[in-house]
């Protein structure tokens, strides 16, 4: 009998996980912000959720932010609890990014070519 439990538990727990747990891949670009020199590029991405939550209009949604070299080579990634939070345009200086209210900065410190 306890096995049996066990074999209807197992992918009952599985199936909600999966329905709950956002997955990194499954993310879709919210908003995107290029360095003045154009050489950087913060991306915001929304994870998509498997259910909506009431009298949210998505961007309550969680999601990850990524600095990344213009060519696409990943610098730096961070979660963030919600997208709504990373709207404000980030604070661009010669050898670092700051996100306000997010992370206090990324450093700049890998030469992207521009």
Known sequence: MR???????APL???LIWFFYPS????SVFKTF???????VVTVYRYVMSFALPGGGGSDAPGRIELTCSDGRLLHKAPVPMVIMAVD??????????LPGI?????LSDPCSP
Not at 24 to 27: A, L, S
Not at 103 to 107: A, F, G, I, S, V
């Open 34 to 40: 290029t360095s003045p020199d154009g050489r950087y």
């Open 103 to 107: 992370l206090d900065y990324w450093p």
């Open 89 to 98: 345009e980030p604070e661009w200086f010669k050898d670092e990014v700051r």
């Open 13 to 15: 727990v599985g199936l």
């Open 3 to 9: 096995k049996l439990r066990l074999l209807l538990a």
């Open 24 to 27: 990194e891949p499954k993310g």
